[in-house]
């Protein structure tokens, strides 16, 4: 990870991204995106992850976070996309329903080929780009971006149409997918 891109003050707030290789479009099915949403569970139950905002796109999330535990952020990060790496590639192997098996299952391979790091499969991108929010104005821009995100994507009109986003609990007080911590 460059040096540009690091968790130096563990107790803030932090914008993260992190997407699939090759922004190969996984999180088309729910059952993907379930491993996913589970995992996020987990993380805030077991390893004190605080999620203040978060939107499940195709192929990248992108979230607000912070910690409320000895668990560091990068070792939250890196234990989660560990996991769902793992779980994830197996789930697309053993579903015959998908169409898409192979072709995947091919490009994780060759991606985990090619960076010498994975033994197999290389399922999400090395890094995760946390960015510190140091402002509110700045946290408020990046709550705007992540809600923002399938809008500007074409997939719905307005953020709280989404499913797999906190826009809906931000904008209309419905209980999201996810245990969210407001911001405002």
């Known amino acids: 990870m460059s040096e540009k891109y690091k ?5 803030e707030l932090y914008f993260i991204t992190f997407a699939v290789v090759g922004w190969i479009d996984v999180f088309t099915r729910h059952c993907y995106v379930d491993i996913l949403l589970e995992s996020i ?4 139950k077991e390893k004190g992850l605080e999620v203040y905002a978060w939107c499940i796109m195709s192929n990248h999330v992108h979230m607000i ?7 560091d952020i990068p070792d939250i990060i890196r234990d989660f996309k560990k996991y769902t790496s793992k779980q994830i590639v197996k789930a697309i192997a053993e579903n015959n329903r998908e169409s898409r098996r ?5 490009l994780f391979l060759e991606f ?3 960076s010498g790091k994975h033994m197999k499969h290389m399922f999400w991108q090395n890094q995760y780009h946390p960015v510190v929010l140091f402002s509110h104005d700045m946290a408020m821009q990046k709550l705007n971006y992540i809600h923002r995100n399938p809008v500007v994507s074409g997939i719905v009109h307005e953020p709280s149409d989404y499913r797999y986003s906190s826009a809906g609990d931000y904008e209309s007080n ?5 245990p969210i911590i407001f911001l405002y």
């Open 7 to 11: 968790v130096r003050h563990p107790d």
């Open 112 to 114: 985990g080929y090619k």
């Open 65 to 71: 976070v912070g910690r409320n535990g000895s668990d």
């Open 102 to 106: 192979d072709w995947m299952m091919k």
């Open 174 to 178: 419905k209980t999201g997918l996810l």
């Open 41 to 44: 569970k987990f993380c805030q």
